[in-house]
């Protein structure tokens, strides 16, 4: 959601995103990276305890900048998507608003649903490749605790992405695209209601719709944190699925019911919440800086139009 405004500029829009989602996702991928090996790591194999010993472990073995591993990909494709979810999510409300009413938590909720299956064109594809390059490091401490495992080959994600076209087509970039949906659909139905009246609460008053930037980006971070641990679940077995290359001993997976099952028959349902806290320090301080970035208007700027003002407190 967005100030009040008579019209909405999706150009101006999908610059904001854009901008919001690199400069969002540059602060807090680390954590981003201790998410997805927690996610991944199976009971018994455990060689993380939680998210500051994956750091710690990633930087003793891999550098500094293997903290950032896949986020070259993550970068170029965040740009697009972000642009779409929060741009897609200011349309649809301007649309099921146009009557001139003000929207109900029932169309709130609509216009998050239809900017999350928006967003999947671009998120499913940028999943897979950050995946794959977020876990490898895993795979291959994994290697040298046990020697038995297969080597694990640094790759690019330009070798996986056409690794991934020869052997299986476009739709190989897409696997995974039911769990991404049924992540990031409920995802938007519950983020962006709630960001909106978090947000209007920090309105000045009803003649005066200004909010302190500030009150932005704690209205950004509260909603990210609620929608992010209320999705997790459905995370884990995106992930999950999503992984190309497997550890020593670990399953694979044919489709959401398969991955459900077997999770909750060898690892029980404590599984489902593996990198809850990692996710939730991810998705907070992600769509806080995200909605304030978003809130300056840049796009605006660009396009001619006057910026949001980071100032109107």
Request: hydrophobic share 40%; proline share 4%; glycine share 10%.
């Amino acid at each position: 959601m967005s100030p009040v405004q008579k019209n909405c500029n999706l150009p101006a829009k999908l610059i904001n995103g854009g901008i919001a989602g690199m400069v969002g996702v540059t602060c807090v991928f680390p954590i981003d990276l201790a998410k997805t090996r927690l996610q991944n790591q199976r009971s018994g194999q455990q060689l993380y305890r939680n998210m500051m010993d994956c750091l710690i472990k990633t930087v003793k073995s891999e550098g500094y900048f293997g903290m950032y591993r896949g986020a070259a990909v993550n970068l170029t494709l965040v740009t697009p998507e972000k642009a779409i979810k929060l741009a897609a999510n200011d349309f649809f409300r301007h649309q099921l608003s146009k009557d001139g009413g003000k929207l109900t938590v029932f169309k709130e909720m609509l216009a998050g649903c239809c900017a999350g299956m928006c967003q999947v064109i671009v998120t499913t594809p940028m999943e897979m490749l950050k995946i794959q390059l977020q876990d490898a490091g895993r795979l291959a401490a994994q290697q040298r605790v046990m020697p038995s495992v297969a080597t694990v080959m640094r790759v690019s994600a330009i070798q996986i992405t056409r690794e991934l076209l020869n052997t299986k087509g476009v739709t190989g970039l897409y696997r995974g695209l039911g769990a991404t949906l049924m992540r990031d659909m409920p995802f938007s139905v519950v983020y962006f209601p709630l960001f909106a009246h978090l947000h209007q609460l920090g309105q000045h008053s009803s003649g005066d719709p200004s909010v302190p930037f500030y009150w932005s980006f704690m209205s950004g971070c509260m909603a990210g944190c609620v929608a992010a641990v209320a999705v997790s679940p459905c995370d884990v077995v995106k992930t999950r699925l999503q992984s190309l290359k497997k550890g020593a001993n670990e399953e694979t997976y044919n489709g959401v019911v398969d991955c459900v099952r077997k999770i909750l028959k060898k690892e029980g349902p404590g599984a489902f919440l593996k990198g809850a806290s990692c996710r939730a320090l991810v998705i907070a301080p992600l769509f806080g800086i995200a909605q304030v970035v978003y809130f300056v208007g840049v796009g605006e700027f660009l396009l001619g139009y006057s910026p949001y003002n980071i100032y109107s407190a």
